[in-house]
């Protein structure tokens, strides 16, 4: 057996440390009480402890975005849990969104509900709708496998097939049934391009995809992902089980695919969202509490709750 | 949690107390301690093991100190008893046992005496010994128990022979002039001996070719005959008897049955000729108490004086009886000889059943593990064939025997081949019954480790693969599968291994004594699946208590187990090895 977990020696993210851009962190430099006021008072939380409903604080700034996906009136139950409350949000084309909140605030939720992928689970029930690209997700007599072929998705753990790096990235073209070589070929080779992994592995193409450290795996399931040229990209915490070089290369990979691609991404890091999304929402127990420009968001929220979350005053 | 939850030494209690109940308490605790360190524990289980191995390693040891030496060519000693018998043989078994005194009264005077010397010297024991004495033909016995207290005298002459024939068993003896094609040779002599190894080969050569006649020849003349009835039958059968066409066929028969006579014919004369060849060419031997005997040379196997050989002349005789065990046929009711068809006949028995097994197995488990939504009835079907497993062989026999043979092979037999009736075809037992009958008895062994394995693929796999936009069959076929084969071939490996050393069910479905014919030969459709086959659990069953010659047969017993088990070993490796080869491929590493 090969040893588990990736090993030092074959770790191509530690051949480049990544470059760090961004905004200054949140967390070391606290936006003032005097920049930026909070509009209410911190009472939202209270109001969804009394089971009141919440109207969303989206920034009149995104209004006018060309929206690649929007979420109406969304609902979620598990059986007897109600995981998300009326979710509206309209995620802009070509730019970065992240979402942010606590722990099971529901934001994995939401981000597989884009692709479905709850149909998987039992005892799931929706409400509200979904439309990517104007089409619905949840009407009546969607094909679902054809829908997710729109849609790219990582996840939290770097998830790569067992077979090929080369089989791995061409993935959705095989279940496709493309055979053509070239077009197989040129697509793995953009695709891992794409992922800047493909200086790394373009000699071992053949070679087992899990004996790549985990930086590179969940590279190449970003290069799996983008290789079916999807119109949404969803990107469940991809640097969480990552060590923090390779979660920079992520990082900088993210900020390259921006303008191309409409990324949807979960993360629990504070820095991560500020310093790679334009826009940010920031969710509490199944509602969405505050959506808008990142800058905003983290310099000035409107809401005194986004401000103490951003801040790590609490969560 | 806390660093002091992973603290491995006791915490000492804070002395609040007086010191003597401090005391106490440490001393409690230390006792549990003990028990939570698991020292015992690791006795017992450690100890389990130990015995578990012992156990094997004995039988292992029993089954090859026995099995090994079977064909290491012994001496042969002649001895003469005080009561003036002599024989001469090799010595199979040494013990020493009390004799009463009843038997001791029984004896005549002087051999009382005798053994009383030797009761009273050997510690109330009598040693004593049996010989594979041999000529059956002569003596009408095969061993013989010899007291040691009964020997007067005990040599190893040096020309005994010890000659393996093809009937009546081992043959011991002194040549006295070899007969060849009119010439003698006068013996025992080195030039003698030379001159016999040269005729045995040409006798064997001859008889060989007479062999071959009467197998293949004369076997396809009769088939051909065979067939052409078959065609009358069948057109008999589908036009009536009355009709033109069975008289066409019936010319037809009669026309080659006749060019087939003329055929046989030559070959039979050619086989007279072969025989009168071979009559002229003979071994003159005198055995120990005397006695002339004549063996013709085409009836001995194999022979050597035993008490000249050294250790490369023993290493060679070794070697060529293990080459007969391998790859002869047996003979004298399987005591003798080889069992090529048993090993030919339990390696395609169980690479059949594999075969069957595995892709069937691995499609249930499927359906159980993957498409079947869990609930009672799922679990119902999975303790049923959790329970399946359990059940006896003998009764998968009874099921094989009932249903394959008589029901499934019946009608088969009715439908297809209703010209061979009442003779059946496959409504008997046979390779491909046994075969079902085993794979059924196999299925559980399969099942069960492949939902394990189809359990064990990460679910995040499977979801990457949805939300590829891969369809359930999809996701199974290209990312399950591959993924849980390791698993898929423990399952495969285990059926092997069961189904190789299955024994009671093959019993009613196919396995027979004495094959005729090997399933696979040059004939044509070349797989034959209706014939009954050789098995060596069975042969193993009928040598060591279907046999008339049991003492002769038992090291036998010992031999062909070891056979069997190096063969399960074999069949095992090689399936292992096909295990690793894919669990690098396709689990590089655990995620």
New interface residues.
């Given amino acids: ?5 990736p090993s030092p020696a074959i770790d191509g993210d530690m051949l480049l440390p990544a470059p760090r851009r961004g905004l200054p962190s949140p967390t070391m430099q606290h936006p003032s009480p005097e920049r930026s006021t909070p509009s209410r008072p911190a009472k939202v939380f209270e109001a969804i402890a009394r089971n009141e409903p919440h109207v969303t604080e989206t920034h009149l700034s995104l209004q006018g975005d060309d929206a690649v996906l929007e979420v109406e009136q969304f609902q979620l139950h598990y059986g007897a849990m109600h995981a998300l409350h009326n979710i509206s949000m309209r995620i802009p084309r070509g730019k970065v969104t992240a979402l942010i909140g606590p722990s099971g605030c529901g934001k994995s939720t939401l981000l597989r509900s884009v ?1 479905r ?1 709850n149909d ?1 689970i039992d005892n799931v029930r929706i409400g509200g709708s979904m439309r990517l690209n104007g089409d619905p997700i949840y009407a009546p007599g969607v094909d679902v ?5 729109r ?3 990582v ?1 939290q ?7 090929s790096i080369f089989e791995n990235v061409i ?2 073209l ?3 049934g493309e055979s053509d070589k070239r077009v197989l070929a040129q697509t793995c080779e953009e695709s891992l391009r794409a992922a800047g992994l493909w200086e790394e592995v373009k000699d071992r193409l053949q ?5 790549l450290s985990g930086g590179q795996q969940q590279r190449l ?1 970003i290069a ?2 983008i290789a ?1 040229e999807p119109e949404v990209l969803l990107l469940d915490e991809p640097c969480s089980a990552l060590d923090p070089i390779a979660t920079g290369r992520i990082e900088d990979l993210i900020e390259e695919l921006k303008g191309e691609y409409s990324i949807l991404m979960v993360t629990h890091n504070m820095q991560q969202a500020s310093r790679t999304s334009d826009c940010t929402a920031f969710m509490y127990l199944g509602r969405l509490i505050e959506y808008g420009p990142t800058d905003d968001i983290f310099l000035q929220p409107h809401l005194r709750e986004t401000e103490d979350y951003v801040t790590g005053r609490f969560g | 949690m806390t660093e002091l939850e992973f603290d491995p030494k006791p915490r000492v209690a804070q002395p609040t107390a007086g010191p003597a109940r401090s005391v106490r308490r440490r001393d409690k605790r230390r006792a549990t301690s003990l028990f939570a360190h698991g020292e015992p524990m690791v006795w017992l289980t450690g100890g389990a093991l130990g015995l578990a191995l012992a156990m094997i390693s004995t039988l292992l040891f029993v089954v090859i100190s026995r099995g090994l030496p079977t064909f290491w060519p012994q001496p042969v000693v002649e001895i003469v008893t005080h009561g003036g018998e002599r024989f001469a043989g090799e010595v199979a078994l040494s013990e020493s046992f009390a004799l009463g005194p009843e038997a001791l009264a029984a004896l005549p005077e002087q051999a009382a005496a005798r053994a009383r010397a030797e009761l009273a010297a050997n510690d109330e024991q009598i040693a004593r010994r049996m010989l594979r004495s041999g000529n059956y033909d002569l003596t009408g016995t095969h061993f013989r128990w010899v007291s040691d207290f009964e020997v007067a005298e005990e040599s190893t002459p040096e020309w005994m022979l010890c000659v393996e024939r093809l009937e009546w068993g081992r043959f011991y003896g002194v040549p006295t002039a070899l007969e060849f094609d009119g010439r003698r040779t006068d013996g025992p002599s080195e030039q003698m001996w030379a001159e016999f190894e040269r005729a045995h080969a040409q006798a064997r050569a001859t008889w060989d070719e007479r062999r071959s006649i009467e197998e293949h020849d004369i076997g396809r003349l009769a088939k051909a005959k065979e067939e052409a009835r078959l065609a009358v039958r069948s057109a008999e059968l589908a036009h009536g008897a009355q009709s033109p066409e069975r008289a066409a066929a019936e010319r037809e028969a009669e026309a080659l049955s006749a060019e087939l006579d003329e055929e046989m014919r030559a070959l039979g004369e050619r086989i007279e000729e072969l025989k009168a060849l071979n009559a002229g060419r003979r071994l003159l031997v005198r055995t120990a108490d005397g006695a002339q005997a004549t063996l013709p040379l085409e009836q001995v196997v194999r022979a050597y004086p035993a008490n000249r050989l050294g250790a490369f002349d023993k290493l060679a005789v070794y070697a060529s009886r293990v080459e007969e065990f391998l790859l002869d046929s047996p003979r004298e009711s399987n005591s003798e000889g080889g069992v090529f068809p048993a090993i030919f006949g339990t390696v395609l028995m169980t690479l059949i059943m594999s075969v069957l097994v595995v892709p069937f197995g691995v499609l249930a488990a499927l359906y159980l593990r993957e498409y079947a939504r869990p609930g009672p009835l799922v679990s119902a079907v999975r303790i049923a064939i959790n329970n399946l497993a359990g059940v006896p062989s003998i009764v998968f026999g009874v099921f094989g025997v009932g249903f394959f043979c008589y029901t499934v092979g019946g009608g088969l037999d009715t439908w297809l081949f209703p010209e061979r009736l009442p003779s059946p075809t496959f409504g008997t037992g046979g390779l491909l019954w046994a075969s079902l009958t085993l794979a059924l008895l196999t299925l559980p062994v399969v099942i069960v480790p492949t939902e394990e394995a189809l359990a064990a693929v990460p679910r995040s796999m499977r979801e990457g693969s949805y939300a590829c936009g891969a369809t359930k069959w999809q996701t199974i076929w290209r990312i399950v599968l591959p993924r849980a084969m390791p698993g898929i071939m423990t399952g495969a490996i285990l059926a092997l291994a069961r189904g190789a050393g299955e024994v009671a069910p093959l019993m009613l479905v196919g396995a027979s004594k004495l094959a005729e014919e090997l399933p696979i030969d040059g004939a044509f459709p070349y797989l034959h699946p209706e014939r009954s086959f050789m098995h060596l659990g069975f042969h193993i069953y009928d040598l060591g208590f279907q046999s008339q010659n049991s003492e002769a047969a038992k090291p036998m017993v010992y031999t062909t187990t070891l056979l069997l088990i190096a063969l399960v070993v074999v069949l095992n490796v090689v399936a292992i090895w096909i295990r690793a080869r894919l669990r690098r491929r396709f689990q590089g590493a655990q995620l």
Avoid at chain 1, 1 to 5: D, L, N, R, V
Avoid at chain 1, 145 to 149: G, T
Avoid at chain 1, 207 to 211: E, F
């Fill in positions: 057996m090969i040893p588990a977990g692709n992928m998987l496998i054809e829908l997710r072929k849609i790219g998705m996840f753990k770097p998830n790569p097939f067992p077979m993935y959705s095989r279940i496709d070679d087992s995809a899990l004996r399931c799996r992902a079916a």
